[in-house]
């Protein structure tokens, strides 16, 4: 069964880079049929899509947040990772990585989620 | 570009049948059947119920369906259940520009 884990820092200092690494087990990320992708969620706010991947790199972004995002791939390690830079307190969320079905644009499973603070 | 719009919220009895709306534009809903549902718990990451419109993932009750009618689609929930209780999402493709759209979410309550 496919799993997801995220890992990272959880507080960011502003005006710093946040950076977060997702871990897939239990299958390839090295699989054509999906895009890996990052989702946050402020406390006690809705979610909002934060960008997407392909195994072999081609990245998509939201446009809001493209200027400061990068999100790359380390297929040897099947893991992916989100970098944001110039991060102030409205980037304090909850971070989830999931998978993309590469046609559906579904998302699923996703990781538990992991809480990143600016201060 | 501007999240989906959900109702922020929806309550019925247990046993009764709920629906959430998710109104977009023809650049999103309209625009491509690939309307995803996302339920949400307290403290637990969302779940996929609804993909593609109306397909549900294997494990996913039948009282969950989805639908879909020009530029807004639908989550019902029929014979509503306490677990039911939850934030709910939708989610669509929005084209080669802006890509992925969440919905503002509903909290489902029941009675």
């Known amino acids: 069964q496919l799993q997801l884990q995220e890992s990272g820092p959880g507080l960011v200092k502003p005006s710093e880079t946040l950076s977060l690494t997702c871990t897939v087990s239990g299958g390839s990320i090295s699989n054509n049929n999906y895009y890996w992708g990052w989702i946050r969620q402020p406390p006690g706010k809705g979610l909002e899509w934060i960008g997407t991947i392909s195994y072999s790199g081609s990245a998509f972004y939201n446009p809001s947040l493209k200027s400061r995002v990068t999100i790359s791939v380390d297929t040897s390690k099947n893991q992916f990772s989100l970098k944001l830079s110039s991060v102030t307190a409205a980037d304090t969320a909850l971070y989830y990585c999931?998978?993309?079905?590469?046609?559906?644009?579904?998302?699923?499973?996703w990781g538990q989620g992991t809480l990143v603070t600016v201060s | 570009q501007s999240a989906l719009t959900q109702p922020a919220s929806v309550s019925g009895s247990s046993g009764q049948s709920i629906t959430i709306s998710c109104t977009g534009t023809s650049s999103d809903v309209g625009g491509y059947n690939v309307v995803s549902w996302y339920q949400q718990h307290p403290g637990k990451a969302p779940k996929l119920m609804i993909y593609e419109v109306s397909k549900r993932p294997s494990g996913v009750s039948n009282r969950f369906s989805g639908s879909k009618s020009g530029n807004t689609a639908s989550l019902t929930i029929s014979g509503l259940q306490p677990d039911d209780e939850a934030d709910y999402y939708c989610?669509?493709?929005?084209?080669?520009?802006?890509?992925?759209?969440f919905g503002t979410g509903t909290k489902v309550t029941v009675l």
């Open positions: 989610c669509s493709y929005a084209g080669t520009s802006t890509f992925v759209l």
């Open positions: 999931a998978r993309r079905d590469r046609v559906g644009i579904y998302l699923d499973p």
